[in-house]
């Protein structure tokens, strides 16, 4: 028998309630169920980096985190990001300094990204390769991915 259970998550500002597997976790959850395909799955031990997103203000590894844990949560993937202000300001920065080949690893890059500069990260090279550090990337080699945080981090958002 599969042990199932209803949950309620907001998710990038939409309510969603589903009946899950309770063994199924979230970045699985998001993809299959609500059809939310832009954040990746990669290693699916939390290792990667490629699930990042973020729940409550916080970024976490969504192969790490069950479905039904989510429950009361908000989540915001890549779909969700703004528009306008920082998230915009990063994601123009990741085109301008070619941040992205493959763009596997960009979603959660950008999520780890945005916790940084939310979080008052300065424009320091060195810092910034810390925080990024559970992100992997097979394609770009970091530096441009560094070169675009630091840029956003000094010039914040253009007028
Ligand atoms: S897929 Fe979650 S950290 Fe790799
Ligand atoms: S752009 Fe391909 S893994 Fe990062």
Do not use: W
Not at 21 to 30: A, F, G, Q, T
Not at 80 to 90: F, T, V, W
Not at 133 to 157: K, L
């Amino acid at each position: 028998m599969v042990d199932t259970k209803t949950i309620t998550v907001t998710v990038n500002n939409e309510e969603y309630t589903s009946t899950v597997n309770v063994r199924k976790n979230l970045i699985d959850y998001l993809r299959e169920d609500l059809g939310l395909t832009g954040s990746h799955v990669g290693c699916e031990h939390g290792v990667c980096g490629a699930c990042t997103l973020d729940m409550n203000g916080q970024t976490v590894r969504s192969c790490l985190i069950l479905a039904v844990q989510a429950d009361g949560m908000e989540i915001t993937t890549i779909e969700g990001l703004p528009s306008e202000g920082i998230a915009e300001e990063l994601k123009k920065s990741f085109a301008k300094n070619n941040a992205l080949q493959c763009g596997y690893c960009t979603p959660g890059m950008l999520s780890s990204a945005l916790e940084y500069l939310n979080n008052g990260g300065r424009a320091n090279k060195e810092e910034i390769r810390r925080h990024i550090s559970g992100n992997y990337c097979r394609c770009t080699g970091y530096q441009a991915i560094v070169e675009a945080i630091y840029d956003v981090a000094e010039n914040g958002v253009s007028k």
